[in-house]
Every structure is written in structure tokens, then in C-alpha cells.
């Protein structure tokens, strides 16, 4: 099956021009419902799989506490694969043993579910964080809700603390260590978030700290490289692990960098920030059509104030 998959990318590249992180999504889920089949990579599909083959694979989903929307993700990635090979004339395949099952899984009716932190639960875990490069990036994650290839993607130059501006216009892809533009969610588009000054201070610490280097990104390692997302994953669970203790295993239970995520949206809504403005900050996609000629209107200033006055605020 080398040559189909390889086709079928060569064709979601050209025709559909996909980003390289979608693509990856595809290897990823074609890759491991190769090996639930006996494969070794996804490049060993197999033609003749079945409803069987595709419902253990669901259950290996769930089995990690997705939620459904995720779960249909993946397996419309498998459905998409045998459609091709159905509607390609190179191939004889004519069956996709998907379809059947993908119309019966819901969609979007069980909500992820991730462990709530109080504010001051939050800021404790922040101030026993004694690396300064570490505590920067946690109280990054927490005051801005960026995802952690973006974070990764920061340079120097992106971090304005005459403006108290941040600059988020492309992201690290961790698979390959390139630096693609845009956003990680594949919004071509640069967000401005304002830098309160708690968040301030602490990167004019760190800043003032950080080795001096050639190498213009935020956050490196310690031999002086771009610090990429497993490195940030690593040193985020050792810190978590010694102020709360065993950090679970299930998204439920689980403090990640994209929990953080989670956490500002939570405490910017509570606190009465402008939802428009919570979405221009995460970088989200316009959900409905106002949202959308919301979004090309709102200015800066507008941002900078709803967020400043819901922001929180963890005494740093």
C-alpha cells in the first residue's frame, strides 16, 4: 500500500493544499491504525480491513478520554483514505470499511473534561517554580493561552515590554522543528496580546537572565537551542509533579500547557471579558457570522482594556 498512501498525500498536498500540522494528524492516525492491523507504519494500510479493524480502533480512542469530536476526526482521516482508493480508478477497493460506523458516532456531545484550579491554586504553582526560564513560560501559558507551539515559535523580537505587547504570527512544528507561519490552528493571521504587568515583570527577569546568544528565539534550552514542545512538556510536569504531586494520566485529571488554555478562557469569561475578545486572543476561528466582521473591526485598544480588567492576577 506504499504507493497509494503516498499517492493520496501527494493529492490532499496539491489538490486540497493541506498544512504540513494537518498532514501530520493523517500519518498519525493512518500510522496507528496500521499497526492495530499489524502493520508497521502508515505506510502498510491495509486493503481488505474491516468494521472490526475500525471499531478496535475506536475503542483505543476512547480508551484515552477524547472527546467525540476528536474521535470522529481521527477516524474521518481512515474514511478519507479508502475514499480515495474507492474513487481512484488505479485501485480496486470497494469497500470503506468507515462509513457505516463514522455516521453513528456523535459529534461533540461528550465535552473534554479537564481539572479545575482556583486562580490562587494556579499562582502557587507559579511562584514555586524557582527556574526563571520555566516560571516564564508557565506564566505565559497562563496569562495568554497561547498553544505551546507558539510559545516555542517566540523570538526576542516578538516580546515588545516597551508596548507590552506580544507578537504571535507563526509557530513551531515540533515533528520536523521548522517554523511554519501563521497560527497552530492554520490561521494565516498575527494576534497582538497585550502584556499585563505581572507577565511584564516577569519576562523583563527572564530577558535579563537569558543567555546572550546569536540564537533570537525566547526560550531555549540549555545548550543554547530553540527550546522545542517536548522540552516544555518536561520541564511543565516536573514542576507540576513536585507542587501537586502524581499528575494523572487522563485529560480529566491531567495540568498540560494546552490546559492553560482552558484555564484563561475560563477566568477571562467569569470576569466579564468581551467573548470577541477572548477568541482574537486564542486565535480562534470566527464560530458565527458576526464573530467574523466582529474580528476585522476590533482594535487593540479594545483588547488591551476588556483584557487588562479580566486578566488574572497571581501576585508576582
Not at 502508515?42 to 480491513?49: G, K, Q, S, W
Not at 516578538?158 to 507563526?170: A, R, T
Not at 530577558?207 to 530553540?226: H, K, Q
Request: glycine share 6%; aromatic share 10%.
Amino acid at each position: 500500500m506504499t504507493n497509494a498512501v503516498q499517492d493520496y498525500f501527494r493529492e490532499l498536498e496539491t489538490v486540497n493544499r493541506i498544512s504540513f500540522e494537518y498532514q501530520r494528524r493523517i500519518h498519525s492516525s493512518l500510522r496507528e491504525f496500521a499497526i492495530l492491523c499489524g502493520g508497521e507504519t502508515e505506510y502498510d494500510v491495509a486493503t481488505d480491513a474491516t468494521e472490526s479493524d475500525v471499531m478496535q480502533y475506536i475503542n483505543v480512542l476512547r480508551g484515552r478520554d477524547l472527546c467525540d469530536d476528536t474521535v470522529r476526526s481521527y477516524i474521518s482521516f481512515i474514511r478519507g483514505f479508502y475514499s480515495f482508493l474507492i474513487e481512484r480508478p488505479d485501485y480496486d477497493c470497494t469497500y470503506n470499511p468507515c462509513t457505516r460506523l463514522y455516521r453513528k458516532l456523535p459529534a461533540g456531545k461528550k465535552q473534554t473534561r479537564r481539572p479545575f484550579k482556583t486562580t490562587m491554586e494556579v499562582a502557587a504553582l507559579i511562584k514555586s517554580i524557582m527556574h526563571p526560564r520555566d516560571r516564564c513560560v508557565a506564566t505565559l501559558f497562563a496569562k495568554t493561552g497561547i498553544r505551546r507551539g507558539e510559545l516555542c515559535g517566540l523570538d526576542l523580537d516578538d516580546v515588545d515590554l516597551d508596548n507590552d505587547v506580544l507578537h504571535i504570527y507563526k509557530h513551531l512544528v515540533d515533528s520536523n522543528g521548522v517554523i511554519q507561519p501563521g497560527r497552530k490552528n492554520g490561521r494565516d493571521v498575527e494576534t497582538d496580546i497585550p502584556i499585563d504587568p505581572e507577565l511584564h515583570k516577569v519576562l523583563e527577569v527572564y530577558i535579563a537572565l537569558r543567555p546572550r546568544t546569536s540564537n533570537p528565539a525566547l526560550f531555549l534550552t540549555y545548550d543554547g537551542n530553540r527550546l522545542g514542545g517536548r522540552g516544555v512538556g518536561e520541564a511543565l510536569q516536573k514542576w507540576i509533579t513536585r507542587h501537586w504531586g502524581n499528575n494523572g494520566n487522563r485529560t480529566a485529571e491531567k495540568i498540560t500547557a494546552h490546559w492553560f488554555r482552558a484555564f484563561l478562557t475560563y477566568e477571562l469569561s467569569v470576569n466579564g471579558c468581551n467573548p470577541a475578545v477572548i477568541t482574537a486572543i486564542r486565535g480562534d476561528r470566527a464560530a458565527k457570522i458576526q464573530d467574523f466582521y466582529t474580528m476585522q473591526v476590533l482594535g487593540f485598544d479594545k483588547i488591551r482594556e476588556e483584557y487588562l480588567k479580566a486578566a488574572p492576577v497571581f501576585g508576582l
